[in-house]
């Protein structure tokens, strides 16, 4: 017979990495604001002598950018993710062998 989750809620094994996925989508956003604000806004007011981009191509520079933010932050993240899978399994096993031997003690008395 197995007992888990005894005095407590088990946590989903990819709550642990909620921080680096939150960390992933910020820095994303962030590059995407930015490349919107670069081309619609600072561009043309810094460089409006060189003369006018339609607006097809300063959307493709901002989805290129973007695209290619996401491509360099998977290899990172998923590096990070394996870093830490050997500590979270090990955490995972104390608390279960903490709630085993809590069992053992009750039921001996």
Same mark, same amino acid.
């Given at each position: 017979? &197995? /007992?888990?989750?005894?005095?407590? &809620?088990?946590?989903?094994?990819y709550a642990d990495r909620s921080p680096y996925l939150l960390l992933f989508i910020?820095?994303?956003?962030?590059?995407?604001?930015?490349? /919107? $604000?670069?081309? %619609?806004?600072?561009?043309? %007011?810094?460089?409006? &002598?060189?003369?006018? !981009?339609? =607006?097809?191509? *300063?959307? #493709?520079?901002?989805?290129?950018?973007? %695209?290619?933010?996401?491509?360099?932050?998977?290899?990172?993240?998923?590096? $990070?993710? #394996? *870093? !830490?899978?050997? /500590? /979270?399994? *090990?955490? #995972?096993? &104390?608390?279960? =062998?903490t709630t085993r031997m809590t069992i053992l003690v009750a039921c001996a008395r």
């Amino acid at each position: 017979m &197995t /007992i888990s989750n005894v005095g407590g &809620t088990m946590q989903n094994q990819y709550a642990d990495r909620s921080p680096y996925l939150l960390l992933f989508i910020a820095v994303v956003l962030t590059v995407f604001s930015l490349s /919107i $604000l670069w081309e %619609f806004w600072a561009e043309p %007011f810094l460089f409006s &002598t060189l003369g006018e !981009e339609s =607006n097809d191509e *300063k959307w #493709r520079y901002v989805y290129t950018t973007s %695209f290619f933010v996401v491509l360099s932050l998977i290899l990172p993240t998923w590096l $990070l993710w #394996r *870093k !830490e899978l050997p /500590i /979270i399994h *090990k955490e #995972r096993l &104390t608390e279960v =062998n903490t709630t085993r031997m809590t069992i053992l003690v009750a039921c001996a008395r």
